[in-house]
């Protein structure tokens, strides 16, 4: 069936591979232009929208969806991701029987899954727009004289039209940062956006109130240093004694106890990603040469956090439209369902159900401190009880770590990282691991005692550490899952940019990395 889909994906817009070798120059130059094009798009705010009345629906998962609110990033990588978990889920439950080793079928299945992605963007601008992102008066005035009496409808499509097209250029400048460039697209706009937030939560010397003078009772700066030194400077021994070391180490916004909080967990997932078990290689032809295939502990990389947290996410946003949209809530069983969860006006966090239970986790002053204090725990203005507080923080740690655990089995399995395949791969450089016959399936028998488990252990890992994040906390509302991927994004890049060049300086390496 889906090669039936083949004549229009085909046709689909699409960044042509290069032919030959790309220099290592030119990579670099690719990767950068597209970094500043990107936060050019996060700077550029929709035409026509009023942003006063807009709601943002991803307003929790901003960092991990890499987007800007109420800009032409507004859906971020998004849909991009959402599509990816769909065709992964689909081809590890076997409804799509492709044999991704095969050319064609890989071909019509990144086909399928681009198609997928502008399914998604729609699926996901749509109920927003028509929701929660008003056009201003002054927008539908203009468009009433394009076309009498239509200028809501309009206004709207144009809207869409917009995210349509900044949504579908975030996919393209993805494929060209994967093909142009180095490492992925996706998790280069992740890295910015994360790094963007720790550096303005760190060092933002601005009011809490923008324009508005400085004061210590309501108004000091919003950055944790700024914040700190302006308290000391400001206040008196006493002072600090009775509140002011509460306001800088626990209290919004950034806390210090956040700033620790993202320096422990930047180092632990420093180490995390340089632990591995490295096996012995041999080259079967050459006498004398060795080598080792690493098989790191971080073996799924952060994949499997970037897709539960977009599945969060999306739970987070229809949750919210079958509550509150007037579209969808005559929907049966699943519209105003309080056990889907309720959502108090203006406030895009759940109050309770489903939504509640696995919603994002902001930092010690969200379960902690309500749990060791009366005054915080009246002053989260959910109306929870200790119990409640207690369950919503172990169902998000189980949600986190399990699901992280599936992406992780069905990520190594859709690209070609099980046993068998690396098997395959080390089998054809010419490898093999000392002591054992040159032979895949005894290659593959070797690697089933590692890979399957490494890739359990992968997917919890990193699950467990984003989820003890959350529950940390994280300076510039960067999210403690934004944190974790941006560190491990980071030194993924730095390794790639390593090989890369090394690759310049030693052209035989070329083949052995899969290069031309």
Do not use: C
Not at 350 to 378: H, K
């Amino acid at each position: 069936m889906l090669y039936k889909l083949k004549p229009i994906t085909s046709r689909l817009p699409a960044v042509t591979r290069p032919e030959g070798h790309v220099h290592f120059r030119t990579k670099m130059m690719w990767l950068v232009l597209i970094l500043v094009l990107y936060f050019a798009m996060t700077n550029i705010v929709i035409y026509g929208l009023d942003e006063e009345e807009g709601i943002d629906l991803f307003a929790q998962y901003r960092a991990i969806l890499a987007g800007a609110q109420f800009s032409l990033m507004h859906l971020g990588i998004g849909p991009i991701v959402t599509g990816s978990i769909i065709m992964q889920l689909f081809t590890g439950a076997k409804i799509i029987k492709l044999n991704l080793k095969n050319d064609e079928d890989k071909a019509v299945y990144q086909g399928t899954q681009k198609l997928l992605v502008l399914i998604m963007i729609v699926v996901e601008a749509v109920p927003q727009v028509y929701g929660f992102m008003e056009p201003s008066e002054r927008f539908i005035n203009g468009m009433d004289g394009v076309w009498a009496d239509h200028g809501v409808a309009l206004a709207r499509s144009m809207i869409v039209l917009q995210l349509f097209v900044g949504s579908y250029l975030v996919f393209l400048m993805d494929e060209v940062v994967s093909k142009w460039g180095i490492g992925s697209g996706i998790s280069l706009f992740i890295a910015a956006g994360v790094a963007q937030q720790i550096f303005t939560g760190s060092l933002n010397w601005h009011g809490v109130t923008p324009g508005a003078p400085l004061n210590v009772s309501d108004n000091t700066p919003a950055g944790t240093i700024p914040k700190t030194i302006y308290l000391f400077h400001h206040m008196s021994a006493g002072e600090l004694s009775s509140v002011g070391y509460e306001r800088i180490f626990l209290m919004s916004p950034n806390p210090m106890v956040a700033l620790i909080g993202t320096i422990v967990i930047f180092l632990f997932v420093a180490y995390t990603e340089s632990s591995r078990i490295e096996l012995p290689l041999a080259h079967g032809g050459a006498r004398g040469a060795r080598g080792r295939y690493p098989i790191k502990l971080i073996y799924a990389s952060n994949i499997p956090v970037i897709l539960m947290a977009a599945l969060l996410a999306n739970v987070s946003m229809f949750s919210m439209l079958f509550w509150s949209h007037p579209s969808f809530q005559n929907v049966p069983l699943l519209g105003e369902n309080w056990m889907l969860g309720y959502y108090v006006e203006g406030d895009t966090r759940a109050a309770g159900g489903l939504a509640y239970y696995v919603s994002t986790v902001g930092g010690v002053g969200d379960w902690l401190l309500p749990l060791l204090s009366d005054q915080y725990l009246a002053g989260t203005g959910l109306d929870k009880t200790r119990l409640q507080i207690s369950i919503h923080v172990l169902v998000y740690l189980a949600v986190m770590i399990i699901g992280s655990v599936m992406f992780a089995k069905f990520w190594i399995e859709t690209t070609n990282m099980g046993a068998e395949a690396v098997a395959s791969q080390i089998e054809s450089s010419g490898m093999q691991i000392p002591g054992f016959r040159r032979d895949p399936r005894v290659l593959k028998r070797v690697l089933e005692r590692y890979i399957p488990v490494v890739t359990v252990i992968s997917g919890a890992v990193v699950g467990g550490l984003a989820a003890g994040a959350d529950l940390i906390g994280t300076v510039g509302n960067a999210s403690g899952t934004g944190v974790l991927l941006a560190v491990g994004i980071m030194i993924q890049l730095y390794d790639a940019i390593g090989r890369e060049q090394m690759m310049e300086m030693h052209p035989v390496l070329r083949g052995f990395f899969g290069g031309e």
